[in-house]
């Protein structure tokens, strides 16, 4: 299985909330550290904050902090957030895909298997498991 870009964006910004968790961190800062798009973390935090992961402040000293104790938090609920408009695979989609073998096909229901067992182990994990808190070395260009 395959995470977008998305969802490993919103997993390193709650690893990093979780490593300081009385910190309130800048997207502008977090963008700089990972090396990715503020814009695109923007989304990836109004998508985190309309979960309940993370609460967002407005203005000066403003940022992103974690809602929840990272012991509170399991990965697979993450995870299941921030992929619920991605179907791994054409069959899996709401509107159900346009697969010409799904009446025939013997490999869903061993893909659907396949993505429970994924999740289950992720909700095994809590965020403060994963946490980080040290300071990041910068990027070699």
């Given at each position: 299985m395959r995470l977008t870009a998305f969802t490993d964006f919103g997993l390193r910004l709650l690893m990093r909330l979780a490593g300081r968790p009385d910190t309130v961190l800048s997207t502008e800062t977090v963008a700089r550290e990972f090396a990715i798009s503020r814009h695109h973390l923007q989304k990836v935090v109004q998508n985190l904050a309309a979960a309940g992961f993370v609460r967002t402040r407005r203005g000066a000293g403003g940022g992103v902090e974690l809602a929840r104790p990272a012991g509170e938090?399991?990965?697979g609920e993450v995870v299941r957030a921030l992929e619920q408009e991605q179907a791994m695979v054409e069959c899996f989609r709401?509107?159900?895909?346009?697969?010409?073998?799904?009446?025939?096909c013997r490999?869903?229901?061993e893909l659907a298997r396949a993505e429970a067992a994924f999740l289950a182990s992720l909700d095994r994990t809590t965020l403060a498991e994963c946490a980080y808190g040290g300071e990041l070395a910068p990027l070699a260009r």
């Open positions: 938090i399991r990965l709401a509107d159900g895909g346009e697969c010409r073998l799904t009446p025939f490999l869903r229901g």
